[in-house]
């Protein structure tokens, strides 16, 4: 198939090219950090910013929702969200 962007330069405002399922853990960090999550089924989820130095609680995401975050850890602990995507 053709790629008309394949000459493109990626930044974090370009469309993802791939999406990895998260598993919320409390010790480990994404194996890489995202230009933004995609939220299957709603809920609450506990994040750190990549460089951030303390956790913050995100409530009421929406199903469906696209965050512009780019995550270094999503906790397990306060995160009842699923179906997460790491878009990279």
């Not at 750190?48 to 975050?69: C, E, H, M, Y």
């Amino acid at each position: 198939m053709s790629d008309g962007f394949s000459g493109v330069v990626d930044s974090v405002s370009a469309p993802a090219r791939r999406a990895v399922a998260v598993v919320p853990s409390d010790t480990q960090a994404l194996a890489e950090v995202p230009k933004a999550l995609f939220v299957g089924t709603g809920g609450s989820l506990t994040m750190r910013g990549i460089g951030g130095s303390a956790d913050q609680l995100w409530k009421n995401v929406a199903d469906g929702t696209v965050l512009p975050f780019r995550a270094e850890y999503v906790r397990a602990t306060g995160t009842t969200a699923a179906d997460i995507l790491a878009l990279y």
